[in-house]
């Protein structure tokens, strides 16, 4: 867009100088002529005819002016005087300013004459003009001149474009870099300012001021999740103590029924408030400093031998399949309770199911990790409403969950700068969680 800016400014000047010189040449000629033109009729409203041929005839004995023409013939068209050889053609009234190629007395050759033309009060008809050869031939000199520069102009237009462009490009990587190192939890990088106070300076500054904010927020999240995590969990596990102590003391068939249920809601929310701390934290882009180096395969392998007997117990086939070598730095206990997530909605509400398998590919700098089932599937125009956090496709809450499934997926697949998304398997469900290298 510089280069192009540049482009038609430069031709936009040149043309413009092109067209003004050229201006002003004719404007030069048609002066002379004009001028000429009117003297002669002064001397013929003085002296008649007789007079304006004396004139003329003076005129061109002096030669003053080589590059002048004029002609002046009767109004039978005969020539009476003048130094070209007969009137223009198609040209029977006035002209004020025309541009002909007309014959010289004693030339082969015509020449661009500019002229004009005015029938007198006796009918006669005076021709008055200038050769216009050599201001042509300026004008040619001017337009190669002019085209040249256009020439020149290009490579000189281009390399400015070419450096401002690899000016701002390094400005623009600088603040790249920083913004990649912060989104990959390095919260303590700032971009530099070079103390011009320019568009990019204060740009800077602005990105600084709000990484300053950023990492002071999540400080306090990390301190507050923290927090909130033993707050909470310390007494929801005293208060399940205490449940299990009441439940083998108690003798009471119904007392013991209830504190049963009780003991079940009390680690329902035990779980619901480990994996909300959990999808918060990964949010917030905690928990990068615990990547390590993970064999996918044996990953898979894992989690097939951890789920497998629940998923015989839900008479379904738990397969994986993972390219050997295949390896990532990653958060390994978020990615397995992810996938683990995935593997327990299969079993649990992938009606029809028989078959859970879990896959691993490589595509250029990112690793997918699927978990497909054959069962029922989810609506394509429902599948937005189960990643929502809370959200449930059973309205009704007959089924047992929190809702959060999902949203600690994508959580985790966020960490590790990819996404989380629900396509059709045909039939069932894939989740492709995407991870990026």
Avoid at 30 to 38: M, N, S, T
Avoid at 71 to 88: A, C, E, F, M, Y
């Amino acid at each position: 867009m510089i280069f192009l800016a540049q482009l038609l400014a430069t031709g936009g000047i040149l043309f413009y100088v092109h067209k003004a010189s050229e201006r002003a040449l004719i404007g030069e000629q048609k002066a002379f002529v004009g001028e000429l033109h009117d003297n002669l009729l002064v001397q013929y409203r003085s002296g008649g005819l007789a007079g304006l041929v004396y004139e003329i005839e003076k005129r061109l004995e002096l030669g003053r002016n080589r590059d002048m023409v004029i002609l002046l013939t009767l109004p039978s068209g005969q020539n009476v005087v003048g130094n070209i050889d007969r009137w223009p053609t198609r040209l029977t009234h006035n002209s004020n300013w025309t541009i002909q190629n007309l014959y010289r007395k004693g030339s082969d050759t015509a020449e661009p004459i500019g002229f004009t033309a005015t029938v007198l009060p006796d009918g006669s008809r005076l021709l008055t003009g200038h050769v216009l050869t050599s201001e042509q031939r300026l004008t040619e000199i001017n337009r190669t001149a002019i085209m040249t520069a256009f020439v020149l102009a290009l490579p000189i237009a281009l390399l400015i474009a070419f450096l401002l462009g690899k000016l701002i490009s390094r400005r623009i990587e600088v603040v790249t870099k920083v913004t990649d190192a912060v989104r990959g939890g390095d919260l303590s990088q700032r971009i530099y300012l070079d103390g011009t106070d320019g568009p990019f300076d204060r740009l800077s500054d602005g990105i600084n001021a709000m990484l300053d904010q950023l990492e002071a927020l999540v400080s306090e999240l990390r301190m507050m999740t923290d927090g909130l995590a033993h707050d909470l969990r310390s007494p929801i596990t005293r208060l399940k103590s205490v449940i299990e102590h009441a439940i083998v003391e108690t003798r009471d068939e119904t007392a013991l029924a209830a504190l049963q249920k009780v003991s079940t809601e009390a680690e329902t929310l035990l779980a619901m408030l480990t994996t909300a701390l959990q999808i918060s934290r990964a949010e917030a882009g905690i928990g990068r400093d615990r990547f390590v180096e993970t064999e996918i395969s044996a990953l898979l392998s894992d989690l097939v031998e951890v789920y497998g007997p629940l998923a015989e117990d839900h008479e379904v086939d738990l397969q994986y399949a993972a390219p050997a070598g295949l390896t990532m730095a990653l958060h390994r206990e978020l990615v397995s309770q992810a996938l683990g997530n995935l593997i327990e909605n299969a079993l649990k509400y992938a009606e029809g199911a028989d078959v859970v398998r879990l896959t691993a590919a490589r595509q250029g700098d990112k690793i997918i990790l699927s978990v497909a089932d054959n069962g029922k599937g989810i609506p394509a125009e429902r599948r937005a409403e189960a990643q929502k956090r809370f959200g449930r496709l059973d309205s009704a809450r007959t089924q047992t969950g929190s809702g959060l499934g999902l949203s600690l997926v994508e959580a985790v697949a966020k960490l590790h700068g990819g996404t989380a998304e629900l396509k059709d398997n045909g039939p069932g469900l894939r989740v492709d969680v995407t991870l990026f290298r």
